[in-house]
C-alpha cells in the first residue's frame, strides 16, 4: 500500500509492502510499531525508541510525541486521487458545538455576521472557568442556536457558519 | 472549639486535597470519614477513608457545600473535627463558626480571621496596622466620578477589582484613561451577575510584577513563623500552573524582610494554624501584601519538600491545640521543588477543559519526584468540579536539577483519554525566559505560545510520527477490511456442511 503523510506541511510518501515492510521515499526502514494498549504506541525506528499516543479525529491523525502535538493526514492512493481532482484539502466544518455541559454566559456573535477562524463565538462557563469557544473557519454565521444564561449539554450544537471558501 | 484534642477527623472536601488529608491523618493514626457525591462513589478518597458518607447530588451546592449535612454526618459518624482542605467550604468564615458552635474543633484559623482575611477592605485595615505595605488604591463604595479621578490620581496603568472577587475573578485592568468609564461599567455588570454584588475598587496595576507567596505557620502557644517563599508567576487568568520554592528573585535579605512582614500580616488577626501570605513584587523588588488564603494552599507540597514539614500534618498538631513541629523561621530553603499542575485543559486549543474518562494513566516514578492525585486510569472527570488531575512535584539540590528531574518525570507521565496540560509543561520545561527564571505574572499569556518551540523537532522526529501515523492509518484500515471481510472457516466447506446437518437433523 502506498500512503502519503503531510506533517507541518511536509510530504512524505511512504509504502507498505506485505510483508509489513516500510519505505520511506523509496529508502526502507527498519520499523517496529506496537500497541502497548488504548492509544498508547512504542515505535522503534532504526534503534530509535519513542511513545506515541495517536488518535484519530475525522480526516486528522493526531500523533503526541515527544511531548508535542503533531497533526497529520494520510492520504491512500483513493484519497490522493479525490484531492487531485478536488483540488484542495477539505475545509472543517463550520459547526461550533459545546465541547462540555455549561452555561451559556455570552455569545460574541450575531447571525449574519463576518466571522475570521479563531474569533470568539461563545463563551461557555463550566469546571469554574470561563471558556472561549472560537470559530473553525473564516465565514458568515447563518444561525446562533443559543443565547447568554442558557444550560447546554455536551455535543449541543451551539452556532453554525458558513464557510466563506466552502462556497466555491 | 478552635484547639482542643480528637480522634476522628471528617473531611469536608473531594479530590486529592482529600486524599492528602487522609495520608497526614494516617501518619498520625488518627481515622477519618470522607463524605462524596453522586458522581465520587468511586474517587479515592473514599476509598482511602476509614468511613465514607454519600452527601448528595454532582452539584457542589447538592454536596460539598451543604454545611448542615457536613455537621450531621460529624455528629453521626462521631468525628470530632472538621478538616475543610481548600476550595469549598474552606475559607467560610459562617461553616467555621458553625462547626465550632457544634463542639467539633475547625482544623483552621478562627472565624473572625477568616472573615477579615476573606474581605478585602477589612485585610488591608488590619495589616496596615501592623505596618504592612499596600498596592495604592481606593477604598470600595465609591462613585464612579470620584473612581475615575482616583485612577488618574493613582496613575494608570490600573486594575478595576470586584470587591467580592477573588481568585483572580473580578478583575480587569485599564491601560488608559480613556477607555476607564467604559471598563468600569462593565466590571460592575460582570461584579453584579458573578457574584451579586457590583461593588468595585481601583488598583494601582504593577508592570512585569511577580506573584510570590510565603507560608505561615501560627500555633495556639502565640508562636508565628514563616517558612520561606514560593513563586507563584507563572498563571494564565490568574490560576497558578507552575509554583517554585525558592523563588529565583528572592534573596536571603529580601526573604527575612518579606518573611517578617508575612508575619506581622498573619498576627494582625490572631492567625492560628497554616496560611499564606500573597505578595506582589515588582522589579525593583518592593514588595505589596495581596491578601492572606486562609487555609492549606494548592501549592503547598514544594514548601514541604524544601522544608521537610509536613504542612498537613502540622495543622492537624497545631488545631489539637499542641506546639507545632518547627519553631523557628525558615531562611535556608533545602534544594529546590517545583510543582506542576496537571489540568485536564487542552493547552493547544485555548486551554478548553476536556472532561471524560481517563482510559490510562501511567505515575512518573523515580528520585525526587511525587505525584500528589485523587484520580486514576478509569476515573471519571467531570464538569462538576475543577480540572485538577494530579499536582506532579520534583525536588533537587539546585534548582536546574529539580528542572531536569520535572522534564524527566513529564516525559513519563502517560493520561490517556482526555485532553491534558502536559505538552504545555514539556515547552514550558524548555522554554530559555522560564530555565533563565526571567518571567513575570503576564509570561504565559503574553509570551508564551504553545505553536511555538525553543527547537524545531529533528528530522528523524518527523519521519518517525509519519511513519507512525502512517502505520496507525494502515492498520486501521486492515482492521476494517476485515471486518467486512467474510470470517474465514477453519475446516473445508464440505467438512462443516456435515456437522451443519448433523445439528440440524
Known sequence: MKYVAIINEQRYEIEIDNAGGVLVNGEPRDVDFLNLGGSLFSVITENRSFEAVIDDDEDKIAVMMTGRLFETQVLDERAMLMLQRRGALPVSSGEVHAPMPGLIVDVTTLPGAAVARGDTVIILESMKMQNELKSPADGVV????VEAGQAVDKNDLLVEIKASDAEA | MQTGPFNKILIANRGEIAVRIIRAARDLGIPTVAVYSDVDRTALHVRYADEAVHIGGPRPAESYLRMDKLV????????????????FLAENAEFAGQVMDEGLVWIGPSPSAIATMGDKQAARTAVKRNNVPLIPGTEPGIRDEELIHAASRIGFPVVIKAVAGGGGKGMRPVQRAEGFAESLATARREAESAFGNGDVYVEKLLIGARHIEFQILADAHGNTIHLGERECSIQRRHQKLVEEAPSVFVDADLRERMGNMSIAAAESVGYVNAGTIECMVDREKNY????????????HPVTELVTGVDLAKEQIRIARGRRMGPTESLLEPKGWAIECRINAEDPYANFMPSTGQISTMILPTGPGVRVDSGVFSGSEITPYYDSLIAKLITWGETRSEAMLRMRRALSEYRIMGLKHNIPFH??????????????????VERRFNMNTYEQDPSASELETVAIAATLYAHRKRQLASQVVAPAKRDASNWKWMGRFERMHR
Open chain 2, 288 to 299: 505589596y501584601f495581596l491578601e492572606m488564603n486562609t487555609r492549606l494552599q494548592v501549592e
Open chain 1, 142 to 145: 447563518s444561525a446562533v442556536y
Open chain 2, 72 to 87: 450531621e454526618v460529624a455528629r453521626r459518624t462521631g468525628a470530632d473535627a472538621i478538616h475543610p482542605g481548600y476550595g
Open chain 2, 426 to 443: 514539556i515547552n514550558l520545561l524548555n522554554s530559555i525566559s522560564f530555565i533563565a527564571g526571567q518571567f513575570d505574572t503576564t509570561f
